[in-house]
């Protein structure tokens, strides 16, 4: 049980929190802007669960200095890939929000309405 | 109609709140690194002669990913460019002058932010940084600029320049890899250096700095186009 109290339990478990929330504030929200928050929610959420999947206890960052030698780095060092992800992740999520701002911004032109209701035209 | 919304969205939140629950339980923490990982600790250093590994995955190992990953971005900018600039026209809000402090914090900030971000990613093979948080950084002077200087028009031209100019360059570099070494993005074409000083590491240096540049350019042309578009009737009636 005192596991669960470990910060990469804490985390894996804020981050399927976060998931939620945001899921939720996608299909339950009607302001489009609302739904944009709520998809930088879950883009935050997935990067938690990433860096919290790459984390190992007593570990260190995985760069090579005074305190970390070449020799014994695999001992010493937390997993690198995971990292490289989110830092990809974290850009295209910024590139995304712009786009999505962007397309709020035309449709809101359109129709003076930032209402997800007013917008039927695809609707059967 | 309302009572049948809500109870399917909480069949849908239910379910999903459900398999989040046994993902979160079967997680387990781990204890060594995976055989990647291991891989990239052991040989990583002495291959790239960078000595930070997260660098060294995402410039080498991984180089063609973090390529395309920059024309994603690129890709993001010109789609922005191209939805907002077709209805640039007369009805464009006139700004009011900015504040004294504004102008004048902005004159000091903004040299020594640009020094920090350049500086992050210049050193982003030996210290936690690189390319894309540095040009963030650059991108956020851009962002103190703009709205100190707010009644001035800012052209495009010195932007779309530096952009093109480093996203050529990358990919030369990549394509230089092929001929003088062993593959695309290969970092072999400089000599790799004394291990942990700033010219190591081969052509990762180049490369993170090309990047950073590349990236902040085009964070600040998303922003330039999302901040020139504001016109007079963008109020909700």
Known sequence: MIQYLEIEYITVFAGFLLLMVGLWGIISQKNIIKMIISFGIIDTSIHMLLVAIGYIRNRTAPIIDSAVSKSDAVDQITDPVPQALVLTAIVIGVGITALLLTYALKLFRQNKSLEINQYNSLKW | MKILRNSLL????????WMMFNLYKDYDSRTTLNETASYYAEKGPDETGAANLVTSVVVTYRGLDTLGEVTILFLTAAIIGLLLRTEKDSKTVPLRQSSEFLITAAKVLIPMITLIGV???INGHLTPGGGFQGG???????????ISISQRKIGHRLLEFTEAISGFSFV??????IILAAGFLDNHILPLGKFGHLLSGGAIPVIYSLIGLKVGAELSTIILEL???????????
């Open chain 2, 136 to 146: 963030a950084v650059l991108a956020s002077t851009f962002i103190l600029l703009l």
């Open chain 2, 227 to 237: 901040n020139q578009i504001q016109r007079k009737d963008d109020t909700i009636s």
């Open chain 2, 119 to 121: 500086y992050i990613f």
């Open chain 2, 172 to 177: 030369l570099i990549g394509i230089l890899g």
């Open chain 2, 10 to 17: 909480l069949v849908v939140i239910g379910t999903m709140t």
